[in-house]
T-cell receptor, first 118, second 111 residues
């Protein structure tokens, strides 16, 4: 159980365009989802926390107008990178937490999405 | 503000060795401490999660311990194999339920 999927697994887009990444919890309802970014040879950095039905909370230094997060249902959160630039190229990973699970604070991670902006 | 560091940053060992990876955190008020494995270009694989009330967890050749008072966790890998080569990340969960990830240890096990 506790499976999280992401789509697409990789995407290439041109500079100035927008790209949407989906994160789904497949076998549980996730009231909270998290979005992380990982640059090559670096660790994961939390970008934002999203709660179903409310606005996302962004970490310091993350542009909320550039990284739009929508968590419209208990199984789906989306991250839209708007007006993408080459410096946005990164590995984006989402996670979801199961509030009724045995280990309440545990997050389950998706497989990641590789974004390359040309 | 929670900060998590891992030592060493990189490690290369011959096959069969027992090894210890270290994770330190600055805020001892954590809910969980979790260890992950990440293969190049891939997502995270959860290895072990230690809840704040626990001292250690074991799975196969892996054993993770937690000492909140000293702000440390260790991941012990017994009888290392080339297939264990990966980056190992620890993450601490604090009051806001956020995972703060460590800097990672890149492990290479030589055949």
């Amino acid at each position: 159980g506790a499976v999280v999927s992401q789509h697409p697994s990789w995407v290439i887009c041109k500079s100035g365009t927008s790209v949407k990444i989906e994160c789904r919890s497949l076998d549980f309802q996730a009231t909270t989802m998290f979005w992380y970014r990982q640059f090559p040879k670096q660790s994961l950095m939390l970008m934002a926390t999203s709660n179903e039905g409310s606005k996302a909370t962004y970490e310091q230094g993350v542009e909320k107008d550039k990284f739009l997060i929508n968590h419209a249902s208990l199984t789906l959160s989306t991250l839209t990178v708007t007006s993408a630039h080459p410096e946005d190229s990164s590995f984006y990973i989402c996670s979801a937490s199961d509030p009724v699970g045995v280990r309440t604070y545990e997050q389950y991670f998706g497989p990641g999405t590789r974004l390359t902006v040309t | 503000k929670q900060e998590v560091t891992q030592i060493p940053a990189a490690l290369s060992v011959p096959e069969g060795e027992n090894l210890v990876l270290n994770c330190s955190f600055t805020d001892s008020a954590i809910y969980n401490l979790q260890w992950f494995r990440q293969d190049p270009g891939k997502g995270l694989t959860s290895l072990l999660l230690i809840q704040s009330s626990q001292r250690e967890q074991t799975s196969g050749r892996l054993n993770a311990s937690l000492d909140k008072s000293s702000g440390r966790s260790t991941l012990y890998i017994a009888a290392s194999q080339p297939g264990d080569s990966a980056t190992y990340l620890c993450a601490a969960t604090s009051g806001t339920y956020k995972y703060i990830f460590g800097t990672g240890t890149r492990l290479k096990v030589l055949a």
